[in-house]
């Protein structure tokens, strides 16, 4: 069976382009933590070109199930998933077939909780530079004058409220 062959050669090549991923999604975490602009564009352009690979292999292994599934489960949907079709593949590809999804699944679990903890990481690091900004803009905005500058209407005017309140 021809079609086993290219769907065990398309998943091996769907798990090793994921793990790749997921060791530039460290290296990212790396690049955010340590602020290195420069690095993250770099594994930023890394993975655009992995996910133009990743499409192209998933595109194949569709290929490569429709074509399974019409020679040996034609009452089957082409788009069904994996284990609807799985039994109608011989015992001895089947555990390997199995082992390779699971293993394609854990991958993308794993690189989907470190995507998710990059962002983390970007929104607060976004948070601490809107916090910062906030911060010099208040000041920018604080201006400073004598005390013959200010009109004096009311003795308590001319302290803050915590000032007031201590």
Known sequence: MNEIRALKESLEKLIQHHEYLLTLADKKTKAIQRSNRKTLEEIVR????EVRTLRQ???ERQRVVATFIDRHCPHLEVDVPMMQWISYVPEK????LDEQREKLQTAIRH???KNNLNQQLLND???VVGAMLNAIRHEDYTMYTSAA???KTNEY??????????
């Open 157 to 166: 005017e001319r302290f803050s409220t915590f000032d007031s309140r201590a």
């Open 125 to 127: 690091g976004l948070a």
């Open 149 to 151: 500058d200010t009109k």
């Open 57 to 59: 292999l998933e595109k």
């Open 111 to 113: 690189l989907q909780d």
């Open 93 to 96: 590809d089947r555990w390997e």
């Open 46 to 49: 890394l993975e655009q070109g």
